[in-house]
């Protein structure tokens, strides 16, 4: 949800003491906030632009995003849902949010998949998320991290490759076609 078009129910931020907090990272206060109020009530997005938000370099929005604010904003969000947040689970799930500090080894393609599984299991025993679109949600992870695989190399592409177990052509090809060109795809290892 957009900050800038969301509104509420002062009624309902009020009665559950719903608010922004002091200690909340300046990256991603609006989104701890959401995850709030989603426990209390509905939330619901219009299918109309209500904003028209242009980026320059002076903007605040555009000096965000760097790792430590990531780490510091999934930390939050981890430990509020009782999902474990020690140093590799946040790694990983930087990972699956295309954030990467160096380059994915196949160690770390493999490490992913583990934690995505581990991540629905752990969604699923505690029914935390609606599982089909929780599930769905892994799923896009997981097919996405295919076509940012080849800045990574050869490896990390035949990693992923043997771990895949819903194929599609269109991934396929373009995972061998980078593979067998030995291509290397912008942008840059450290970029989102």
Do not use: C
Not at 79 to 104: F, I, M, N, S, T
Not at 143 to 155: E, H, S, T, V, Y
Request: proline fraction near 5%; hydrophobic fraction near 40%.
């Amino acid at each position: 949800m957009f900050q800038p078009t969301t509104i509420y129910r002062r009624s309902v931020l009020i009665e559950h003491s719903i608010r922004f907090e002091d200690p909340w990272p300046r990256y991603g206060e609006d989104w701890l906030l959401q995850l709030r109020l989603l426990r209390v009530t509905r939330i619901a997005n219009m299918n109309e632009a209500l904003v028209r938000y242009r980026v320059a370099p002076q903007n605040l929005a555009s000096q965000r995003g760097d790792m430590r604010d990531q780490r510091t904003l999934f930390s939050a969000i981890l430990e509020w849902y009782g999902l474990p947040y020690d140093e590799a689970h946040l790694r990983q799930h930087l990972h699956a949010v295309k954030y990467y500090r160096e380059a994915l080894t196949p160690k770390d393609v493999a490490d992913l998949k583990t934690y995505l599984a581990e991540l629905r299991r752990i969604v699923d025993a505690r029914a935390l998320f609606d599982s089909t679109d929780f599930d769905r949600q892994l799923d896009l992870v997981w097919n996405d991290l295919a076509f940012q695989l080849p800045r990574f190399g050869r490896a990390s592409i035949m990693a992923y490759l043997r771990l895949d177990h819903r194929r599609s052509w269109p991934k396929l090809r373009y995972l061998l076609s980078s593979f067998i060109k030995g291509r290397v795809y912008l942008p840059e290892v450290g970029e989102a």
